[in-house]
């Protein structure tokens, strides 16, 4: 009976030992960057794929990861903002209003022209010295039938935004990520 109870013990630690393993290696492969896509008729996955390996090489040493919804969920779209993980986002016209509208972007005029995007200028909330919420006029958002990365993937651009969101975790690399997707 006591070789049996050992036996058992020694199964269960080799088990958590196994278990904190398998966990552990699911750790250190975030990107440092990625973009979320989430189109109305939702994103097949080799777009996805044929994107993140066009975008890479423009990167140097830093990684990214591009997710395509394949599904069109306003709900999902707004857990995915809200997490803060991506550091673009390409969304329907509609939730670009929606978002900016209520301070969801950070402004791109020190990256693009506005007068090259004018579909991307719209009201949008940004915050002034100390704390102040101001709506202001801006270029937020590029349109997708101009994002040149997105053309060439044979993406049907469909009213669709590029945005860089306010709680993006970089916004240095993002401005590089945004300007690579619309320059390429």
């Not at 080799?46 to 066009?54: I, P, V, W, Y």
């Not at 997708?144 to 306010?166: R, S």
Request: hydrophobic share 45%; proline share 7%.
């Amino acid at each position: 009976m006591f070789k049996r109870m050992k036996k058992v013990k020694w199964i269960a630690a080799l088990m958590s030992v196994l278990l904190t393993a398998v966990l552990l290696t699911g750790c250190g492969d975030e990107a440092d960057i990625s973009v979320f896509v989430i189109p109305p008729k939702g994103m097949p996955e080799n777009l996805a794929t044929k994107l993140q390996e066009e975008l890479q090489p423009k990167l140097g040493d830093k990684t990214i990861k591009v997710v395509g919804s394949p599904i069109y969920n306003a709900q999902k779209l707004l857990v995915e903002y809200i997490a803060g993980e991506h550091g673009v986002i390409a969304l329907p016209k509609p939730d670009f209003e929606a978002m900016i509208g209520q301070g969801g972007g950070v402004p791109l005029e020190g990256i693009f022209d506005e007068k090259a995007y004018p579909d991307g200028v719209v009201d949008g909330v940004i915050l002034k010295e100390k704390n102040e919420e101001v709506k202001e006029k801006h270029l937020f958002g590029i349109p997708l039938k101009q994002a040149g990365m997105f053309k060439e993937a044979g993406f049907p651009a469909e009213d669709m935004f590029l945005i860089i969101p306010a709680n993006a975790p970089d916004v240095a690399l993002s401005k590089q990520v945004i300007k690579e997707l619309v320059n390429s």
